[in-house]
């Protein structure tokens, strides 16, 4: 199978030649090669970040190579991996620290993995810092131009690569609130929008109003499909497009309003009969 | 006509993996597209500030489709269109909330609309926040494909679409500065160009040197051709690249230094006879 | 010889429809092009800033024409120009205001040069502020379709051109210290790296523990290959991926940390035999 398509995931930011540079090896090697870009705007060195955005973006991108990268231990004995999934329709490629194998998962695992110990395809660097040009990109210029996973490098027991970290929801007893569900941000997109870790599912025994915990701080918030369903000010669960329960505002930035980042925790109730303190005059536009 | 290109749009920034997701989906489904990327820099929710970017890019966008996404009512009753122009050479895609509208006018108007309604083209999705990847993408793929239009959705009265908002410049008297004109900053740019919704013709009958009042700030600044011919620290009024007057100053950011940002209202007179106090060696860099 | 590919290499940034409309010029004229980003994250104006990026960059860029534009004299008599490197192979396209030159001078220097004088290959524009659209992408279009360089312009002496600025670095006495080496921070990259203008080779005659003076902040770092290397909170000199030693910290921004920033002056010692004061139990990750 004679693959055409790169995607790339990064942690390189937009602001320096790194991008270019990888595109430019594979696309000077491989001129037919059709590149997308999922992001490269992972957080530095967030590997588990890259590895969500990952899991997320990956039953979308086409059928090909995916070259991803946040890779705060290039150059170290850590392996360069390219992995095969669906039967040869994908292949990831990326450092083995755990980046790629949530995405791996939702492929339906990994089918067969290399190390790629296979030098001679490599590109001569004065420097063992930037693996994304001189090993990712040329291994992957190499697979697009009909060149064999095999060759790539030494096969690996696929049960020895790194794994992800996939934080679970959990249960949680309050004395006032009673039994809930602990979760946490996985995800604040540019929006604000804070994703977490539980669906619509896994609090489908709960009423639709909910009470938000966040630290010292007690929200009420509703589960509703669109963001302008949320009343202005107000805090709302939007059901979001992976469908993860996401703390949102309409047209603002639920993260910025509650000083809430990846990974804080957060704890769901059911609210209850109670009147919604919040309640106010519904002053939304276009309504 | 089969087109294969596909301009993009959007708030969505470069962040997330919202840009390379609705990318992913035209390839997956028409891998033949040439997509170019606007820009995904909108702020978010600024369907304003959208619209008027769209419409001083539309002019050189290639002929073909244009998706454009800034949509805080995405999943609500707004419509998803398509809208015709030229003759079939373009295709504007997106929320029917006025974002599409001054590009539309400057493609010569709307020759047919269609609400994107037959959901058969359309992603199954489990949320309803993501319209770029699970309507606008696959639809425009459908397109790309050779699919005709009228099978997108509903036929539209054109009349009945969402007027886009353009700010008209206005006349102001002043007891101590007599007739002017009354204008606003309709873009910032990177670089600080804070651009005027006022030509170099609706000042023609003024002189060159303008008296340039932000609130209690009042400025002298020449109108110009380059950054360049602004002297530095000075303010000057660039003939920018559309045409418009942008308050800007040489080498540095007139929006920082003004504290200007967009929708603030500036008002332009005639600076008179009397000497610029502001006038000093010119202290340029290669001039 | 026709050329097929563009990089492109700006101070546009990404949140304006810049970028996005001379891709578009280009593509317009000539569909075939294949355009791939170095960046567009330099500082706005930061000729110097640019010029050695594009530096890094063109060693790895697809043979074809480069657009280069960071250009605070647009409009004016700077010249715009376009230079034949690598027998034809490359072309770059931009202001001569040393912008191209240091990558000029990495693809074995100007065989050819021409001022793109030629304005019947221009746009038509009502400003003169955007010469990315108006002139390199329409001249670019024109190369791509197979038209010939010697029709851009006159054809300048490469000797007129416009030199970079490269900052060499120097030697320095002190004190305490003895003989060591003056250098600068030519680059800080997204994740802090702070690129000095000195290679691993220059300061081979030192011990690999070095001194770094930064003003009155004086530290201890190694030379090492990998930020793993560096432990937690220390500071090291990787040898980076274009052999060039950068002050960096493991997982962390070294920018940052010290308040660098490009062109502030480093000087560079041999540590010698004292105990690093900074010594603490490793606590890596992963090592």
Redesign the interface.
């Given at each position: 199978m004679n693959h055409?398509?790169v995607?790339l995931?990064t942690?390189?930011?937009?602001?320096?030649?790194?991008?270019?540079?990888l595109?430019?090896?594979i696309?000077?090697a491989a001129?037919h090669a059709?590149i997308?870009?999922?992001?490269?705007?992972v957080a530095?060195?967030d590997v588990r970040g890259g590895s969500l955005?990952l899991a997320?973006?990956v039953q979308?991108?086409?059928?090909g190579l995916i070259i991803a990268v946040v890779d705060?231990?290039?150059?170290?004995a850590?392996r360069a991996i390219a992995v095969e999934v669906a039967g040869g329709d994908g292949i990831l490629i990326g450092p083995d620290?755990g980046l790629l194998a949530p995405a791996v998962a939702m492929a339906g695992g990994a089918e067969r993995a290399f190390e790629l110990s296979n030098t001679s395809l490599h590109l001569e660097?004065?420097?063992?810092?930037?693996a994304g040009?001189?090993i990712f990109a040329p291994v992957a210029a190499y697979l697009l131009n009909g060149g064999r996973i095999d060759d790539v490098g030494v096969q690996l027991d696929v049960d020895s690569l790194m794994p992800g970290l996939i934080p679970l929801p959990g249960e949680v007893n309050d004395d006032s609130y009673g039994a809930g569900v602990k979760c946490e941000v996985t995800?604040v997109?540019?929006?604000?929008n804070c994703q977490l870790n539980v669906?619509a599912d896994d609090v489908a025994h709960m009423p639709s109003a909910l009470r938000v915990v966040l630290g010292d701080d007690v929200r009420r918030a509703s589960i509703v499909?669109?963001?302008?369903?949320i009343q202005t000010g107000a805090l709302g669960l939007?059901?979001?497009?992976?469908?993860m329960l996401a703390l949102s505002m309409?047209?603002a930035?639920a993260a910025e309003s509650l000083k809430l980042g990846v990974t804080d925790e957060v704890w769901l109730f059911p609210y209850g009969d109670e009147p919604d303190p919040s309640q106010t005059t519904r002053v939304g536009i276009?309504?």
């Open positions: 055409t398509h995607a995931l942690d390189y930011g937009m602001n320096d030649e790194f991008v270019g540079v595109k430019s090896v696309i000077d001129p059709q997308t870009d999922i992001s490269h705007g530095p060195f955005m997320r973006a979308y991108v086409p059928k705060p231990g290039v150059g170290t850590r620290n660097a004065p420097g063992a810092t930037f040009r001189d995800w997109d540019t929006f604000g669906g499909r669109t963001y302008a369903e939007v059901i979001d497009s992976y469908g309409d047209r930035s276009r309504k």
